[in-house]
């Protein structure tokens, strides 16, 4: 590739204009690296960095897995000792019916509604099938305030 110069104002005496052909100067070759390799840019100070937020995405997984392993362990547990206390005694038999009906009375107070009655009476797992066991004993029946209400 070449260019075409014009002669300056430095101080020669003007001829008459005649563009000359210059040559272009060559691009610079930078050499390869020692085995090929090329170099990305990115230095250890970088790689330091990218390890250490590695190490605290690893870290932050496991104590997150730890922490749903433990509620979920904990959700297990309560419900299978709500359901093995629900139908034992502290003997260890099954529990009679009328120590059973004598146990779970509530009486009614204003606000009260069925559901609030089953959750306090099994704080956890599904109440659904409290609800409609008393929904049902009590016929469909709407509460009364100061009603004695027996849980099945």
Request: avoid cysteine.
């Amino acid at each position: 590739m070449a260019a075409i110069a014009f002669p300056g104002p430095s101080g020669a005496a003007p001829r008459s204009w005649e563009p000359r052909l210059v040559p272009a100067p060559r691009p610079v070759r930078r050499s390869a690296p020692v085995g090929g390799a090329r170099r990305s840019g990115v230095g250890p100070a970088t790689y330091r960095r990218r390890r250490i937020v590695a190490a605290i995405v690893g870290v932050g997984l496991l104590v997150g897995i730890h922490v749903v392993a433990g509620v979920v362990t904990s959700l297990v547990v309560s419900a299978t000792s709500a359901a093995a206390s629900s139908s034992t005694s502290s003997i260890g038999g099954p529990t009679p019916p009328t120590a059973k009906a004598a146990e779970r009375t509530h009486v009614v107070q204003p606000g009260d509604t069925v559901w609030g009655v089953a959750r306090r009476f099994q704080p956890h797992g599904d109440v659904r099938p409290l609800v409609d066991a008393m929904v049902d004993a009590r016929g469909g029946r709407p509460l009364q305030v100061g009603e004695r209400l027996v849980v099945p």
